[in-house]
């Protein structure tokens, strides 16, 4: 979407020209041999080489004959081949790769044939046939045949790591990918190298593993580093960087062969970072998903939860079909007479009781939307709700939320495009962790905070140390929950200062809502500091629905309902006479109205009630009608009175927004009839004679893009403006950067729109305020 | 002058314009153009006293050529485990696409084939197949062969994919249905290298303690031989 947002600026950098295989390339200084070849489009076979890992040497397949100009200027070879994955470029050097150098295709093959001597060959069997690197540079680099006639080393096998990772020992070539990404990506050494030479095996330090052969190791057995079994988030990505069939997953064992596989490129929708994925599928079915490359979001890693947790969509509680209560069960039913049913029901419950004047006026509606769908979906709910329910109760906040944090949301976050960026939080000097986890709660973030370990002072004002805050090196601002914002008003002083230096970053968590108070005081610090802030949410959908406008003093683009002139501006845009302008209750509020019998009509969303402290059962018996748009047959489907199928996010399309305020656009990865919240609304606001025009993602977001963001005086109140302003030369880019992200939407979406911005500036917001540049685009 | 007319008009011309077509064929001396239209009978006459060709197929049949491709069998080792792992090369290797597998994992509980991995589905679409027989080459186990079976054709489509129980081999004299564990102490390299020959004791007691009404056990065998059909199922 921006692939430029996290370009460093055009420094001069130092270049040094070699020559590789005869020809000159020109490179910066410190670039390694074997990226300096690539870039001249020679190809050097390597297993333990990765750009995202520092070089390592292990496998010794890269070799190639060097040749460096020696202190009297002559040129001198090395002796012997040299490993091009750990040697940086000098001035003159000549290199020779395999393909002129019959030196270095000799040692490469010897290479390859020594890899292979303990290799079992069990590719038919193996989950990295057909992708295998191993295999492929065999063939294309190899010899034909092996001189290796005794008998090879055999281990047992598989030797699960965990519930998902399996290691196959035997299939190892000892490249340490796994190893160095665990210590120098995610920080959770669970396996490393032990024993020596021809027993040297990637292990878990267990003493059950060790069992071939007599060996016993010698006193107790290692812990990993962080002195505990092994437990990481990010374990998947081994699999996915083992450049042989060693590390398998458990998920993905004998399912398919790579030639079986679509892949569909979508946007992993467990967190609120927005990785990039890809959906590998069969036959409908989703078989694994791998991580994607992206460089401004999560680089070449995924979370866990983003690669494992897909078969939840596919569980045999599996909705297709529309469901009725009749006589007290749930049984099938056409999309007419469901929609029906849910529009009937909702009128019966909501119409004024005749002589009862007190009932009459409580019995509203509530939407709850939960904090898992995508922008387009949260803006159908809030549409729904307002337009054809005529009510502001309507929450995507299925946890813990306050008054507090939707004024935060709505000054500082709703309509403001991208503000911090992973790239700027890598490269903040200070990092202050704010009702936040990063580990647990961030995703990538985390990674992208370990990235820059030793550079970055991370201080997490909390009430202990959790194992992802140590493994970041942070510090403790101790608090009890609660007093954040006693901690953050008295912090150290030197925290304090630290935060005044360009680019320090406060970072809000969703638990930020639980102490009154907590975004004042980070409003407040940041002001005084000239820090940025940031909002790290949990879910993928948070951050689209309060762009959406799906929260209860918000209107789509950070409007505020308590405004008169922004309710005026979107019941226009609507074709809506007018929008209710009395206040709405956050999901706790709706919930406990609904317990005491206060509400007549619940429609529910994406909620679990896990998700809520609430007593949801209760409050669901207590409401007289309940409409539910569920993937599956949750807690919440099963208590509902009608309950409407949507498709889960590989088999639709949609956009979900990032913490950081990008759009993470996904195309649909498997095409079924499944369809998506906002044109199941769009339906189910056709039987109240309401156009809701939400039917299609196009239309939805050429809605969203012709409101805009809010205008001068039409958001809600907000603060001064922070004291030390970011200096200029750092203003002009950002803005830009901002404008990009946003007007994508408007430029791929809707084509017709892009037409009637003013062709003068592409940017043209970036000479006014930035609130305001969506306005300026709309007709 | 409309443009077809033109058409023929040229037509006409080069027609007028080509030479007469002569054979180069001897030209018959006025003997042998006085017989030329009997001339054609001779060779049915010639063929009255050769030995018939015809084949009576169907009810008459004919075995093909030894190599001949027919259609697929899954093969077994002899202990009466399946040789197929489950590793999709035939797949890979079918032009036609012709072969759809998937695999699963082997469980002590569950046993189909030596090793870690077997065929769960195994399908030949026998519309699409070209007997090309590039997925036999391809079967590192050779668990995939064909016969001379060539009767394929059915009334409907669904009936001509083939599946799994449709292509596996016979049970042999001795052998006992899978699954059941393979033979103690052995690897599925054994198996490879004929290391296995049969069922033993152990095999044959945990598919009776598992299934006593396994018709492949010794006693059930002795019982009631298995007909072609009811293996079938």
């Known amino acids: 979407m921006t692939a430029t947002a996290d370009k460093p600026a055009a420094e001069a950098v130092e270049l040094v020209t070699l020559t590789i295989d005869g020809t000159e390339v020109s490179v910066p200084k410190g670039t390694l041999i074997i990226r300096a070849a690539e870039q001249v489009g020679i190809e050097i076979p390597r297993f333990c080489d990765h750009p995202a890992l520092k070089p390592a040497g292990a496998c010794r397949q890269c070799l190639v004959d060097v040749a460096s100009p020696g202190p009297d200027g002559n040129l001198r070879a090395f002796p012997k081949p040299q490993a091009s994955c750990t040697m940086t470029v000098t001035p003159g050097m000549v290199v020779n790769t395999q393909h002129t150098s019959e030196e270095a295709d000799r040692a490469q093959k010897g290479v390859l044939e020594l890899l292979l001597i303990n290799h079992p060959l069990d590719c038919p069997v193996c989950d990295k046939g057909g992708e295998c690197p191993l295999q492929n540079q065999a063939m294309s680099h190899g010899r034909p045949e092996s001189r290796f006639v005794d008998v090879k080393r055999v281990f047992e096998k598989p030797l699960a790591l965990s519930s998902e990772i399996l290691l196959d020992r035997e299939r190892c070539v000892l490249c340490q990918r796994c190893t160095r990404f665990s210590k120098e990506i995610a920080g959770d050494a ?6 020596r030479g021809a027993r040297q095996q990637i292990g878990t330090f267990d003493e059950d593993v060790l069992d071939f052969d007599g060996y016993r190791p010698v006193g107790a057995a290692a812990e990993d580093e962080a002195g505990r079994a092994f437990s990481s988030y990010y374990s998947g990505n081994t699999v996915q960087i083992c450049p042989v069939g060693a590390l398998t997953s458990a998920a993905y064992r004998f399912r398919s062969r790579p030639f079986d596989l679509v892949s569909s490129p979508s946007i992993a929708e467990h967190d609120s970072s927005g990785a990039a994925i890809r959906i590998d599928h069969r036959r409908g079915t989703v078989m694994r998903r791998l991580a994607e490359n992206d460089p401004v979001v999560n680089e070449d890693w995924i979370t866990d939860k983003d690669r494992f947790a897909f078969t939840w969509q596919n569980l045999d509680d599996r909705l297709t079909r529309p469901l009725i209560r009749k006589d007290g069960e749930l049984v099938e039913a056409s999309w007419p007479e469901a929609l029906a049913a849910a529009a009937a029901g909702i009128r019966a419950a909501t119409a004024p009781v005749e002589g009862d004047d007190a009932v009459a006026g409580a019995r509203g509606t509530g939407v709850l939307v939960g904090g898992r769908v995508t922008l387009e979906d949260a803006y159908a709910y809030q549409k729904f709700a307002r337009a054809v329910l005529g009510t502001n109760d309507v929450d995507a906040r299925a946890r813990v939320a306050s008054e507090e944090e939707q004024s935060f949301l709505g000054a500082t976050v709703a309509g403001t495009g991208l503000g911090v960026t992973f790239g700027e939080l890598e490269k903040a000097p200070v990092v202050v962790l704010v009702g936040f986890e990063a580990e647990d709660e961030g995703g990538v973030v985390f990674l992208r905070l370990r990235k820059s370990l030793g550079r970055q002072r991370v201080v997490a004002v909390a009430p202990f140390l959790t194992r992802g805050a140590q493994k970041l090196d942070a510090t403790l601002v101790p608090t009890v929950p609660g007093r954040e914002p006693g901690a953050l008003a008295d912090l150290p002083a030197d925290v304090r200062e630290a935060l005044a230096q360009p680019g320090a970053v406060i970072v809000l968590g969703e638990r930020a809502a639980e102490a009154k108070g907590t975004f004042t005081a980070a409003l407040d610090l ?8 940031a909002w790290i949410p949990r879910r993928a959908g948070e951050r689209g629905a309060v762009e959406a406008g799906a929260l209860p003093g918000l209107l789509p683009g950070g409007r505020a309902v308590s405004s008169k002139a922004a309710r005026a501006a979107v019941a226009q845009a609507w074709g809506v006479d007018s929008l209710p302008s009395a206040a709405g209750r956050d999901t706790a509020g709706i919930l406990a109205a609904a317990a005491e019998g206060g509400i007549g009509a619940l429609v529910v969303g994406g909620v679990s009630a896990s998700d809520l402290t609430a007593d949801v059962e209760a409050a669901l018996a207590a409401t007289g009608f309940v409409v539910s748009l ?8 099963q208590a509902a009175d009608v309950v409407l199928p949507v498709a889960p996010p590989s088999e639709k ?38 156009e809701l025009g939400t039917a299609t993602v196009e239309s939805v977001n050429a809605e969203l893009a012709a409101l805009g963001a809010a ?10 403006p922070s004291r030390h302003a970011p200096p200029s030369p750092r203003r002009a880019p950002r803005c830009s950067r901002r404008g990009t992200s946003w007007s994508t939407r408007a430029r791929s979406r809707t084509a017709s729109r892009t037409s009637r911005a003013p062709a003068a500036s592409p940017w043209p917001a970036c000479r006014r305020r930035p609130r305001t540049r969506l306005e300026s685009r709309a007709p | ?30 003997i042998g153009e006085a017989l030329a239209p009997v001339a054609g009978f001779g060779v049915s006459l010639r063929n009255f006293f050769r030995p018939t060709v015809t084949e009576q197929y169907p009810r008459v049949k004919t075995p093909p050529m030894q190599r001949y491709h027919g259609r697929h069998q899954l093969n077994r080792h002899p202990d009466g485990l399946e040789k197929c792992i489950g590793c999709e090369l035939c797949a890979w290797a079918c032009p036609a696409d012709a072969i759809y597998v998937e695999a699963d994992s082997n469980t002590p509980e569950h046993q189909v084939s030596p090793g870690e991995r077997y065929g769960r589905v195994y399908q030949i679409n026998y519309l699409r197949c070209i007997f090309c027989g590039l997925c036999i080459e391809a079967c590192p ?3 995939l062969t064909m016969t001379n079976e060539y009767e394929l054709a059915g009334p409907t489509r669904e009936g001509l994919i083939y599946e799994k129980q449709d292509l596996l081999a016979p049970m042999g004299a001795n052998m006992l249905a899978a699954p059941h564990p393979m033979v103690p102490g052995t690897t599925d390299g ?23 009404e396994d018709p492949t056990l010794p006693e059930n065998r002795a019982k009631e031989p298995a007909t072609e059909e009811a293996r079938r199922g």
Do not use: C
């Open chain 2, 1 to 30: 002058m409309s443009g077809s007319d033109e058409v023929w008009k040229v037509n006409r011309e080069r027609d007028g314009k080509r030479e007469t077509f002569e054979s180069n064929l001897p030209k018959k001396g006025p």
């Open chain 1, 711 to 720: 205008g001068e005086g039409s958001g809600p109140p907000r603060r001064p």
């Open chain 2, 141 to 143: 186990t050779r668990a």
């Open chain 2, 190 to 212: 054994s198996y490879y290298r004929g290391e296995v020959t049969g069922p033993v004791k152990e095999q044959v007691e945990w598919v009776r303690e598992q299934r006593p």
């Open chain 1, 526 to 533: 940041a002001s005084s500091t000239g820090a940025r802030l």
């Open chain 1, 630 to 637: 569920e993937v599956r047959r949750s807690e919440i489907a």
């Open chain 1, 190 to 195: 669970f396996i490393d190298l032990q024993n």
């Open chain 1, 653 to 690: 399309s949609g956009t979900f927004v990032n913490w950081e305020g990008r759009l993470r656009s996904f195309a649909t990865a498997i095409h079924t009839d499944a369809m998506s919240d906002h044109r199941v609304l769009d339906l189910l606001a056709r039987e109240w004679g309401v």
